[in-house]
């Protein structure tokens, strides 16, 4: 069966940091892979996406790679602070065509002044 | 402006009753969902509806109904709650095409006492 997985550990890193979340799946063959943000009490908020055929995508302190191979992408925070504390989560388009993306559980990440 | 907002945020009541979640979008978008949480956060679709169709989770019990009286809103009805019902409710939107992105409301914490 299809399946999503992100660490379900908390990442504690420090200001300053480079904070490197992972998203693995199994049994898909996703054309693209979203990243979003998820605040306490909030709905997600969507960060990134990137297709099959990009190997990286780069916004501001974000980075994004998708490994079509390894079926993983990295999530990777440079310069974290403290606000970038929250839950990241994966999600892919499933298989047949639907435009509905799966979600991840989340990544909650937490950097330490 | 709020792009999807949903009322109430907090919703409280006894096993057995009928309620509402209600759920707006002026982002334009074609498509609206709701999502339910879960206390292990996962994120699962429930329904996905435009004007051309409803697409259910088979899983979702008929209980549960969605109601759209136009393209901007789509509001969630549960009849006969049940404690298992407990969880974080979100409405989203996007436009129904692969890879867009989706837009979520803040939720609804529903308790089933």
């Known amino acids: 069966s299809q399946k999503i997985e992100q660490n379900s550990e908390a990442l504690n890193i420090q200001e300053g940091k480079t904070a490197t979340l992972t998203c693995n799946y199994t049994n898909y063959s996703p054309a693209y892979l979203q990243w979003y943000r998820q605040d306490p009490g909030r709905g997600p908020v969507f960060l990134l996406l990137i297709r099959e055929n990009e190997k990286e995508k780069r916004k501001e302190r974000l980075k994004v790679t998708f490994d079509t191979t390894l079926k993983q992408s990295l999530f990777h925070i440079t310069a974290s602070q403290p606000a970038d504390s929250a839950t990241y989560l994966c999600a892919l388009d499933p298989s047949g065509g639907s435009y509905i993306p799966t979600f991840g559980r989340g990544t909650s990440l937490i950097v330490h002044p | 402006d709020t792009a999807v907002s949903q009322t109430p945020k907090y919703l409280v009541t006894q096993m057995g009753n009928d309620k509402s979640i209600k759920c707006e979008q002026n982002l334009g978008h074609d498509t609206m969902y709701w999502y339910k949480q879960d206390s292990k956060k996962f994120l699962k679709i429930m329904f996905s509806y435009n004007n051309k169709e409803l697409i259910i989770n088979e899983t979702v019990p008929n209980r549960f109904s969605p109601k759209s009286p136009d393209k901007a809103h789509l509001n969630l009805h549960i009849n006969s709650l049940e404690l298992g019902d407990s969880a974080v409710y979100f409405c989203?939107?996007?436009?129904?095409?692969?890879?867009?992105?989706?837009?979520f409301g803040d939720g609804t914490r529903l308790s089933i006492l």
């Open positions: 989203a939107s996007s436009q129904a095409e692969s890879n867009q992105p989706q837009h």
